[in-house]
Structure formats: structure tokens, C-alpha cells
């Protein structure tokens, strides 16, 4: 006889299984990531879409706006049912958007104290 062969049926079993592909771990593994992504990537996201919703629902005649596009101006007219905005452009330019291609336009950043001269 063949001595690998008789090592191999002499051996004793332990008793351990094959790691299955669906054990505890595997799953809370999974979980984890799925609890990750929720907290570093929805979460955020909802907020800010929440903050931009109620930025365009403020949003009134008068205030100076800034298009997807680029396009500065102030708004002329809402049109609430439709859901678009009236944008004056210039003295005679007005234009019309869709009241979700606008954003508020940022706030001009205060402007800094001239150092005194030494």
C-alpha cells in the first residue's frame, strides 16, 4: 500500500466545516458597510437637498439669483403653479427658468479692514 494513502485514512477528522459564504460574519460585515454608506453618504445628501428645498421656497421677488448655468440676475416674477421664475437680467432682458435651475446667489463676503501702515 501507498503510505500518503494510509496517513490520509489514518488522520483524525477535527471536525471543521467549509466557511460558508453566508456566515454571521460575512453579514455583519455587510451590514456595517451598508450602516457606513447610509451615515457618510445619504444622510448628507438628504440634508443638503432639504437645505436647497427650502432655500428655493424662500426665494421672493427681488433676490438676486445665480442659474445651473451661470447666468447672475433677480428675480421678477414666481410662478408657483408652474414652477418657474422670471429672471431680469439686465434693464430689458428678462428670462425664464425652471425655479430648480436657480440657486440663491452667495452673500459678497465682508470685506476685511485694511491693515494700518507700518
Do not use: C, W
Not at 13 to 29: E, R, V, W, Y
Not at 71 to 80: F, N, P, Q, V
Not at 94 to 103: D, E, P, Y
Amino acid at each position: 500500500m501507498n503510505p500518503i494513502l494510509l496517513i490520509a485514512q489514518a488522520a483524525p477528522t477535527t471536525g471543521q466545516q467549509t466557511p460558508s459564504l453566508f456566515g454571521a460574519d460575512t453579514i455583519l460585515f455587510f451590514l456595517f458597510i451598508g450602516v457606513m454608506f447610509y451615515f457618510i453618504i445619504l444622510r448628507p445628501q438628504k440634508r443638503e437637498m432639504a437645505e436647497r428645498q427650502a432655500a428655493l421656497e424662500s426665494l421672493k421677488k427681488g433676490d438676486a439669483v445665480v442659474t445651473t448655468g451661470g447666468l447672475h440676475g433677480t428675480i421678477a416674477e414666481i410662478d408657483k403653479e408652474v414652477g418657474t421664475i422670471l429672471l431680469q437680467v439686465d434693464r430689458n432682458t428678462r428670462l425664464k427658468f425652471n425655479k430648480s435651475a436657480v440657486n440663491p446667489a452667495p452673500k459678497p463676503a465682508e470685506a476685511k479692514p485694511a491693515e494700518a501702515k507700518k
